[in-house]
């Protein structure tokens, strides 16, 4: 079984500040790792995944993400944010690969807030 | 491509009616999910379906909820009767056999039991 822990429910940031939403799991096998976005009153969307390779992957709306495996870490990061980029952001981890059964397992989810 | 289309966006209801929520899955995918969200327990998955069979229902909260997909474009989520702690919003999401792929959210909807 695989679990994922978001290690911040809320952050709030300025402006064109940066931002890290961490995101940790476990798992007893390899993975792949997804971020979702969800802004207000929508559902989830996907903001970046990484499947193999390089660890540094990149999204939509100028996000990236970076996979460590020692840490069992895939930490978000955005190195200047827009108002807009408020929302809520979920990690989400799905072991057995390609396998038919694999499925999602969601993180509690960390709201952005950027203030003006 | 329309993505997961789900009905209604609202429903408002009174408690001991009985609701019935749609999800129309993007065609091909093979996998379709229902979540519920609440501020107090996060995003729950309640049941998916691989190929229109159910496997996995553990995450059915009670005997008022269920449901069927009886094709591959068409799946439906009832609660009968609805009490007021049903209240949440309700997601459907859909995903091919390759897990890489992740899953494609519909809009949810929003379900107010009164």
């Known amino acids: 079984a695989q679990s994922v822990t978001q290690l911040d429910s809320q952050v709030p940031v300025f402006e064109e500040a940066p931002v890290e939403l961490r995101c940790n799991y476990s798992s007893s096998v390899s993975v792949y790792l997804f971020w979702y976005v969800q802004y207000p009153n929508q559902g989830l969307q996907l903001l970046l995944k990484y499947l193999s390779g390089s660890t540094l992957v990149k999204g939509i709306n100028g996000f990236e993400a970076e996979f460590n495996k020692s840490q069992t870490s895939f930490h978000l990061r955005k190195p200047s944010v827009h108002i807009s980029d408020t929302a809520e952001y979920f990690c989400?981890?799905?072991?057995?690969?390609?396998?038919?059964?694999?499925?999602?397992?969601f993180g509690e989810g960390t709201q952005l807030t950027v203030n003006p | 491509d329309a993505g997961v289309i789900q009905s209604p966006r609202h429903e408002v209801t009174e408690m001991g009616q009985e609701v019935t929520l749609r999800c129309k899955p993007i065609?091909?995918?093979?996998?379709l999910f229902w979540y519920r969200q609440t501020m107090m327990r996060g995003l729950e998955l309640l049941i998916y379906?691989?190929?229109?069979?159910?496997?996995?229902d553990s995450g059915m909260p009670e005997d008022r909820f269920s449901a069927k997909m009886p094709n591959a474009s068409f799946s439906t989520l009832k609660i009968q009767p609805s009490e007021p702690r049903d209240s949440a919003v309700y997601f459907c999401?859909?995903?091919?056999?390759?897990?890489?792929?992740?899953?494609?959210f519909g809009s949810g909807t929003r379900l107010t039991v009164v």
């Open positions: 999401a859909s995903r091919p056999a390759r897990a890489n792929y992740g899953y494609t």
């Open positions: 989400a981890v799905s072991d057995l690969g390609e396998t038919s059964g694999s499925r999602l397992t």
């Open positions: 379906f691989n190929n229109n069979v159910p496997i996995d």
């Open positions: 065609s091909g995918h093979d996998y």
